[in-house]
């Protein structure tokens, strides 16, 4: 089966371009999350989204970061304009429920490096 | 709100010796329990889960017990490979509909032969 597909695995960019993180959730999941991990804060969630709908954005660092889910199959992180701080590695993740108990399943990441 | 703490490490092991990461939560409830495991270069992936007191969830030779009484959910595997090598994080989901995973900081555990 599946997992979550993540695209571009790696992305190294200059500082001020726009740069765009996709997400391909499981077939069948409802649920849609979005982390950045960085060694000093660790994982951080940024939104999420249930049933192609923002439901928490209350992550998301400022204006510059963007989500979008426009189908239950695909989705979107944007940054405009990036910094060297948004230099991280992002993960997408999906899943079934409610109920809360049913557990997240996450895409390998991609690795942002913004110079 | 919704909080874990988790030990510490990084942890650094010989090859079968006994493991253990400590792990405590503060939550309203009856909170949903997880071990994350991630691997180097790789995402998060579930090792196991407990969601309702005195749980035993185990996979692969790791077990851990939901305690409510002591908000606790210890990781504990009694022969570490080196294989097992990685970052744990243990993470809750509440009660009612949030949807959202807390985590902790993780714990990078070194396995050596």
């Known amino acids: 089966d599946a997992g979550v597909i993540q695209s571009p695995r790696h992305e190294v960019t200059e500082m001020g371009q726009e740069v765009t993180l996709r997400c391909k959730p499981i077939?069948?999941?409802?649920?849609l999350f979005w982390y950045r991990q960085t060694m000093m804060r660790g994982l951080e969630l940024l939104i999420y989204?249930?049933?192609?709908?923002?439901?928490?954005d209350s992550g998301m660092p400022e204006d510059r970061f963007s989500a979008k889910m426009p189908n239950a199959s695909f989705s979107t992180l944007k940054i405009q304009p990036s910094e060297p701080r948004d230099s991280a590695v992002y993960f997408c993740?999906?899943?079934?429920?409610?109920?809360?108990?049913?557990?997240?399943?996450f895409g390998d990441g991609t690795r942002l490096s913004i110079l | 709100g919704n909080s874990v703490t988790q030990m510490e490490g990084p942890v650094t092991l010989s090859e079968e010796a006994f493991l253990t990461i400590n792990c405590t939560y503060t939550a309203t409830g009856y909170p949903s329990l997880f071990w994350y495991v991630q691997y180097p270069g790789e995402g998060l992936q579930l090792l196991l889960k407990a969601t309702k007191a005195d749980d035993k969830g185990s996979n692969k030779g790791f077990e851990a017990t939901y305690r409510k009484e002591t908000t606790s959910f210890h990781l504990e595997k009694g022969s570490v490979q080196v294989s097992d090598s990685a970052v744990y994080f243990c993470a809750l989901s509440g009660q009612g509909g949030s949807e959202k995973l807390v985590f902790g900081k993780g714990t990078k555990l070194t396995v050596n032969p």
């Open positions: 993740a999906s899943r079934t429920g409610p109920p809360s108990n049913q557990p997240q399943h």
């Open positions: 077939s069948g999941h409802n649920s």
């Open positions: 989204f249930n049933n192609n709908v923002p439901i928490d």
